[in-house]
């Protein structure tokens, strides 16, 4: 009889390790069963995902993908984090965006948001949003040696500047104390409008508050409207590189060490709910900022400041309530990548105005993760994943590559001008919107199980921003002009375009394929019919005209098409059906004029379907 030791914890010594090659052997054995006779590398690769920007992520890492010279936290290259402590003392600076005109509207939120868990406010000022000589009425009942204040009033930033230096010297509160940013970014502002913006006054600004406000910093570098442009990971990152080192040179040149102009820089970054992605962007921001420190002379400048905002690319503006999930995800991402400030946008920031509701959510997601979830307790959690380490290290090494392309082509301001930069981020999203429109990446709520009975949330609308420079792009726009469609033919003529689903033989034949064809028409707005569940070719005529539908859909398995696909299409055809689709491969069917299935391009589809039928762009 054996005697188990004590601890229980050694059952596996008596085992062999399992080695690389027989998980390999193993993936072939399952890929041969589907069909694909690879071996090798080969194997593992037919299991990897591609990403943008030529990465992939491979189904298995091991300690082979290990990467040396990641650091310490607090330490550069700062991979693992900007301070010794990571979070675990006090949490990421939970900072809540406000764009109200009315001060004292903006004032009743902002109490709201400091009273209830957010330690930070990102404060829009301008034309379209809080007005600069609004600003005292604004922040009425702040400690301004408490809570941070990060300013964002485009063109009039200098303005904006010294309002709020003003109100701080006029509360009596401590130089040394005050935290915050005051949101110069020029380059940004070029970026968002087109207009050229004079730096000079920013670089007084910083020098004069490098010199008094210890705490506080000028500049802004803000990678969203890279992002929002429908720019990928490294792409961004590589723009707020070079405009980091744009102002580094303008800083630098007006006296300032190389370790003060860092100080006054924040980086602002998008986190989205690809979570691995989102925390290996901000880890690589960091070691490529550092890289940049070390090619000026000083690897010890200082860890990069990062100001992660959920992704506004990424709201959809149908079944908002799952933006929740998404800046959920996107949040946790941004924690444990490291950010030193987290802005979850509210789950309707797509439909205009957030309101109490939407903002009490945003601000209790990062409440839940630091509080109840410990999120912030251990020191870059992610550190030692050989998956997010070697993510990190391939992703700095391309974003590298596209920052020598804008030096290359003459620093940030000339690459924006040229318009280089615009046309590399117009690639990178046409390219991925081919890859929504053949939903190969899927938007839950829209392309993906969209609801067409759903009671739209209305909100107050909210100003459009700034135009004329980079394009706003989002996930859902291609779909979301097809829903607007329908909504309109809905408001017409009291119903939605339908398609009626003509299922052949027994459920367990046609569910799995009436299901994906209901969820594609769907996404474009047209209404499945599938009443009754089962047809044949005597039935299919009178079951179509009842159906009001004036196009259908064959739904049903291969072995069924083969035997029922054309006499029925042919019924439908007699019973005045202007387009038979069906659901699965290409083949030849008489009478189907189409087919639906995985990776079709689903948007071209609806499309042309609401063109046939009568459904006004």
């Keep these: 009889m054996t005697v188990l030791p004590d601890d229980g914890l050694s059952l596996a010594a008596d085992f062999p390790d399992a080695t690389h090659e027989q998980w390999q052997r193993l993936v072939e054995g399952v890929l041969r069963k589907s069909g694909k006779d690879v071996s090798g590398a080969a ?73 209830n868990g957010v330690t930070s406010l990102w404060l829009a000022l301008g034309p379209d949003a809080l007005p600069v000589s609004g600003l005292e009425r604004a922040l009425d009942g702040v400690y ?25 010297d006029a509360a009596g509160v ?82 300032l060490s190389l370790q003060e102009a860092c100080a006054q820089l924040e980086f602002r970054y998008a986190a989205t709910a690809d979570q691995f992605l989102s925390i290996a962007k901000l880890r690589a921001a960091r070691r490529l900022w550092a890289r940049v420190a070390e090619a000026c002379g000083d690897a010890g400048a200082g860890a990069q400041r990062q100001h992660a905002v959920t992704s506004p690319v990424m709201m ?84 590298w590559a596209f920052f020598q392309d804008i030096e290359r082509a003459g620093g940030q301001a000339a690459a924006l001008r040229s318009g280089l930069l615009g046309e590399r981020l117009a690639a990178t999203w046409a390219e991925r919107s081919r890859k929504l429109a053949k939903r190969r990446e899927p938007i839950t709520g829209v392309s993906e199980f969209p609801h067409l009975g759903e009671k739209p949330v209305a909100r107050e609308p909210a100003p459009a921003g700034p135009t004329g420079g980079l394009p706003r792009v ?42 994906f064809a209901a969820n594609l028409f ?31 859909c064959l739904c049903s398995s291969d072995a069924l098409y083969a035997e029922e696909a054309a006499a029925v299409a042919a019924a439908l055809k007699a019973a005045g059906a202007e387009r038979v689709f069906l659901a699965g491969r290409p083949g030849e069917y008489g009478d189907v004029d189409a087919y639906v299935f995985a990776g079709c391009d689903a948007v071209a589809v609806l499309s042309s379907t609401l063109d046939l039928m009568g459904v006004a762009p």
């Design 43 to 115: 194997a593992e690769e037919a299991l990897s995902t591609a990403l943008e920007d030529g990465l992939s992520t491979r189904p298995l890492y091991t300690a082979r993908d290990a990467v040396a010279d990641v650091g310490h936290p607090g330490f550069a290259p700062f991979v693992r984090g900007g301070s010794a402590a990571g979070g675990a003392a006090t949490g990421w600076d939970v900072r809540q965006r406000h764009a109200t005109s009315d001060p004292a509207r903006t004032n009743e939120a902002v109490l709201a948001d400091l009273e």
């Design 144 to 168: 301004l040696d408490l809570a941070p204040v990060a300013l964002d009033a485009g063109a009039a930033y200098e303005e904006a500047a010294h309002a709020f230096l003003g109100l701080v």
């Design 174 to 255: 401590a130089k040394s104390a005050v935290r915050g940013t005051l949101g110069a970014d020029p380059l940004g502002h070029e970026a968002r409008t087109g207009e050229e913006l004079d730096a000079v006054a920013a670089v007084a600004l910083a020098r004069r508050v490098g010199r008094e406000y210890g705490g506080l910093r000028t500049l802004v570098v803000d990678a969203l409207p890279y992002h929002e442009a429908g720019g990928s990971a490294a792409q961004e990152l590589g723009a707020s590189l070079a405009t980091g080192v744009a102002y580094l040179r303008l800083l630098t040149d007006a006296g």
């Design 316 to 399: 959809a503006r149908r079944d908002p309530w799952v933006n929740m999930l998404r800046t959920t995800v996107a949040s946790l991402a941004a924690g444990v990548g490291g950010a030193d400030a987290v802005t979850v946008l509210p789950f309707d920031h797509a439909l205009g105005r957030p309101d109490a509701f939407a903002r009490r959510i945003a601000r209790n997601t990062s409440t839940i993760l630091l509080e109840e979830s410990h999120l912030s307790r251990v020191i870059d959690p992610a550190g030692g994943s050989w998956y997010v380490e070697r993510l990190t290290a391939e992703l700095a090494d391309a974003a």
């Design 474 to 515: 989002r996930r859902d726009e291609a779909y979301e002009a097809l829903r607007s469609r329908s909504d309109a033919h809905l408001a017409a003529t009291g119903s939605r375009p339908k398609v009626f689903l003509a299922a052949l033989g027994p459920a367990a034949a046609h569910t799995a394929r009436a299901t």
């Design 522 to 552: 769907q996404a474009g707005g047209v209404e499945p019919v599938h009443d009754p569940v089962s047809v044949t070719a005597s039935s299919a005529a009178d079951a179509f005209r009842a159906s009001g539908a004036t196009i259908a």
